[in-house]
């Protein structure tokens, strides 16, 4: 066995094929990251003439020491149980590694430690896989731990729903009963999501800066959006949705709804008066009643849409989410919504048109992509776990990062580096 560059085709035609297979591992993915000088290396590991294993890593020079850090993200493509192959291509990638001054590899596979239900529990007698992770470190890869925090350059933790070989019945079935009352109701709304175009990118970059401000968190400029876009939109990698509510339609549904409960309180009024309908004297004072509470809802909700019209017109913008879909799965990357309207709930459709996307094209699975391994009510991103979970689907959580060491002087110089250049950007932030 000899582990060889190979082509971007080659590599394509092995990865393509491989259970662990996202976007990540992908010529298009490898682009994009050169725009911020990483260069791509695309390997495997042949037995007589096939490949066997492989990675795209990613390879960039650190300043002043002329020395490189490697990372294969998402990767190894290799059967980790296996270790006598893990063993000879670790060996082999070490020669390589170091034959391109590099110091060390750093590798997050998508390979699932233990099985989670939908509310995080470990499921007795589910698949795992510790015998891998017992292979990766007894061949000296150093394990970042199991952190239960985003704190990892991809998350550890995710929230997934299976969708290959289901309907969207099946799907919608698994849902709880207020996320198909709330999907429901934005049909109602006029809520309903479009692809934009390139030159659409704006209104998403205005979308994710409101949300960032909101949240607290450091959104991409718009050129990392327009770069992803020219890199991955093309092949069909990339797609943005965004959910937009038109007024007109909701102002339309909601005079038909209110004309169904004047008829129906007025038709049950003049049955009981011409004693046509039998109904107890309770049942039809609680029916009316529901009625009349009903109209009035409604008249005031008629009301509100004039003065939404008024103030932004027949339609506006309300979120959108960047999709990125690829191998086994229509993954959600990042998204968000402007929170002037709020109210109503757009992250619901959106979602639902990324689950449907992976359901009718038969997607293993639609991946919600980032939670925290962290279930109690207490913790601050709580809530997002609970709107994600609400969709049905179960936690997912991976074995997380190692690093191959390969210059443990440089390796240690690296990170003492790399941790006061952090201390020192945090102490300018607070200031």
């Not at 990339?238 to 129906?264: S, W």
Request: aromatic letters at 12%.
């Amino acid at each position: 066995m000899k582990l060889v560059n190979i082509s971007k085709e080659e590599f394509k035609k092995f990865a393509d094929k491989h259970v662990q297979i996202t976007f990540h591992q992908t010529e298009e993915w490898a682009n994009l990251k050169n725009v911020n000088n990483w260069k791509s290396h695309y390997i495997g590991l042949k037995d007589k003439n096939k490949i066997i294993a492989g990675a795209l890593l990613l390879s960039k020079e650190l300043p002043f020491i002329k020395k490189k850090m490697f990372y294969s993200p998402r990767g190894f493509l290799i059967d980790y149980n296996n270790k006598n192959l893990l063993k000879e291509f670790t060996n082999e990638l070490k020669k390589y590694i170091k034959s391109e001054k590099g110091i060390f590899v750093k590798i997050d596979p998508f390979l699932e430690y233990q099985e989670h239900d939908n509310n995080g529990n470990i499921v007795k007698d589910g698949y795992e896989n510790k015998s891998a992770m017992k292979n990766l470190e007894s061949l000296g890869y150093k394990f970042f731990g199991f952190n239960l925090m985003q704190d990892t350059l991809q998350p550890r933790w995710m929230h997934v729903i299976e969708t290959e070989n289901k309907s969207l019945d099946d799907v919608l079935e698994d849902m709880e009963s207020k996320t198909r009352q709330i999907l429901r109701k934005n049909e109602k709304c006029g809520i309903t999501t479009r692809e934009i175009s390139r030159e659409e990118l704006p209104i998403f970059k205005d979308i994710m800066s409101h949300t960032s401000d909101r949240r607290e968190f450091i959104d991409r400029p718009l050129s990392y959006y327009e770069a992803m876009w020219d890199n991955l939109h093309d092949s069909g990698i990339l797609k943005i949705l965004i959910a937009e509510i038109d007024f007109n339609v909701y102002e339309k549904n909601t005079k038909e709804e209110l004309e169904e409960h004047k008829n129906e309180l007025k038709n049950r009024i003049f049955k009981k008066e011409k004693n046509i309908l039998k109904m107890n004297e309770k049942k039809y004072t609680s029916s009316n009643k529901q009625d009349e509470e009903a109209i009035k809802r409604l008249e005031n909700q008629l009301i509100k849409i004039k003065e939404l019209k008024k103030e932004y017109g027949d339609k506006e913008i309300l979120g959108g989410i960047l999709f990125l879909i690829y191998g086994n799965e229509v993954l959600s990357l990042v998204g968000g919504s402007h929170a002037k309207l709020m109210q109503f709930q757009s992250a619901y459709t959106v979602h639902f048109e990324g689950i449907k996307m992976a359901v009718e094209n038969n997607y293993k699975r639609y991946n919600f992509y980032g939670i925290t391994g962290d279930f109690r009510k207490e913790n601050p991103l709580y809530g997002l776990y609970l709107f994600k979970k609400s969709f049905g689907g179960h936690v997912v959580e991976l074995i997380g990062e190692y690093d191959l060491i390969i210059s443990k002087f440089w390796y240690k110089t690296y990170n003492l580096a790399f941790n006061t250049y952090h201390k020192l950007k945090n102490l300018k932030k607070k200031k």
